[in-house]
């Protein structure tokens, strides 16, 4: 796994602790989710349903669509609008997202 | 300011004009088309794509006939355009519900549907589905829809590369296409043609002219002696995010583009040349797909837009001479994706009178 290209400054905020595809990431409070990932490793957060190509953060602000993450079950949330919390489940997209066809 | 000249002058190059153009190109005719300008109000641009029978003309044979006529005609067409252009329009003809929470509504598309098949006879097919006929056809229904009409024969395509393909076929058969050239006045020459102009003072001049300027076609229409009463009508429209899992059926308000997301749409309201989509319309869609298949209830939508239908009196199309005899025409109508086989072919020999013309009196300009 590549390092983080990303050099954290120090702080004094609490640490919060979620998992990444069940791998234990401790992060600051408050950091985003993708801030997070992205100071975690360089490891692409999804791969796109068109070509498969991997995909990392890019604007961190909300428009390019780019840091898809599935949150606690949810699919397609953008990780740069959304805040870390202790115990969250993150997930790395692989595809397009699915649906799931109740019968009956 | 420029000066050019042209056999024959598509005012409009939209899927329209250019599917005309791309009929008199291949009859042989050095054809121009002048498109209008960005900001125009582009109904090829916002549409839903669909290549759709059921209903249409329900209550008016030759609209019906002509219907049918294109539908048969399409994946031959899609095939041709594939050829001349290189691009795939993406169509499918899966066939296609109407999905129904009305029961009232759902008897009225059943006698449309028996009208339809009156019309034209063995060879159309269609099913009225109650509730547990429908939830057996397509598990994951919702449970408000009480039932379904069903026909083999409609289906959809990229409504975007449709037109691309259309205008791509056109120029690599050496038609010539004019971007942002603004048709502000036409004048019959005598007996020779006609000269157009612009307002940046560009004139063209031109031995023969269609009108095919969609919601444009009103103020050009009346200088070459057509009423040419066109009205514009908002439809709103949704796409959400790519799915992977395909959606196992397409209706006239919602379909899966080929490429994964899924379009919403079907709004109709009266708001002129305003094509804003408003937010209570779009509340309406995104209800009403999670009505017909609950599965989309968490789906994100990423895109909205309004796009303005070209709607003629009684919604069928007009495919019209001038008065005077001049070689000036007119068509517009509102499904000019489902009509483009037809347009591609059969009106070449209409405008030029070949033996192969069609009769087209049915959808005069002077119906109304």
């Known amino acids: 796994m590549q390092d983080s290209r990303f050099i954290r400054r120090v702080t004094d905020k609490a640490l919060v602790s979620f998992t990444l595809d069940g791998e234990t990431v401790v992060a600051q409070a408050g950091d985003t989710v993708a801030a997070a990932l992205v100071a975690h490793n360089a490891s692409p957060l999804r791969h796109t349903g068109l070509s498969g190509a991997p995909r990392t953060p890019y604007c961190m602000m909300g428009v390019c669509f780019e840091c898809l993450v599935e949150i606690n079950g949810r699919p397609n949330v953008q990780s740069c609008l959304i805040e870390v919390q202790d115990g969250m489940q993150v997930r790395r997209m692989h595809g397009f997202r699915k649906i799931e066809v109740r019968h009956g | ?368």
């Not at chain 2, 008897?107 to 098949?117: I, R, V």
């Open chain 2, 1 to 368: 300011m420029q000066n050019t000249r042209a056999d024959t002058t598509i005012i409009g190059g939209g899927v329209v004009g250019l599917s005309i153009a791309l009929g008199l190109l291949r009859a042989g005719e050095k054809i121009h088309v002048l498109d209008g300008a960005d900001h125009d109000p582009r109904a090829s641009l916002g549409n839903f794509g669909l290549t759709w029978l059921q209903g249409k003309g329900a209550s008016y044979a030759p609209y019906t006939r002509r219907t049918w006529q294109a539908i048969t005609a399409w994946p031959d067409f899609a095939a041709t355009l594939q050829d001349l252009s290189g691009i795939d329009v993406a169509h499918h003809a899966t066939g296609g519900y109407e999905f129904f929470t009305d029961p009232d509504e759902l008897d009225g598309m059943a006698a449309d549907l028996a009208a339809q098949s009156n019309t034209l006879g063995p060879g159309f097919s269609y099913e009225v589905l109650d509730n547990a006929a429908l939830k057996q056809a397509l598990p994951g229904i919702g449970d408000t829809v009480i039932g379904a009409t069903y026909t083999p024969h409609d289906g959809h395509v990229n409504p975007l590369r449709l037109l691309s393909a259309l205008r791509k076929a056109l120029q690599n058969g050496n038609g010539r296409i004019s971007n942002g050239w603004v048709v502000q006045d036409i004048r019959r020459n005598g007996d020779d043609g006609f000269t157009l102009t612009n307002a940046k003072g560009d004139v063209h001049q031109t031995g023969r002219v269609v009108l095919c300027a969609g919601l444009g076609a009103a103020a050009l229409g009346e200088r070459l002696g057509f009423r040419a009463t066109v009205r514009p009508q908002r439809g709103e429209l949704l796409i959400t995010e790519k799915l992977e899992t395909r959606l196992p059926f397409l209706s006239s308000t919602l379909r899966q583009v080929d490429e994964g997301g899924i379009q919403i749409g079907g709004t109709k309201s009266d708001g002129g040349l305003d094509d804003r989509e408003a937010i209570e319309k779009m509340r309406f869609l995104a209800r009403h797909a999670v009505a017909v298949w609950p599965a989309l209830k968490d789906v994100n939508v990423v895109r909205s837009w309004g796009a303005l239908r070209v709607m003629t009196e009684d919604g069928y199309p007009v495919y019209a001479r001038a008065p005077d005899g001049s070689e000036a025409y007119l068509v517009t109508c509102h499904s000019g994706v489902t009509l483009a086989p037809l347009h591609a072919t059969l009106l070449a020999d209409w405008i030029n009178q070949t033996s192969a013309a069609p009769d087209l009196e049915a959808f005069s300009d002077a119906r109304f």
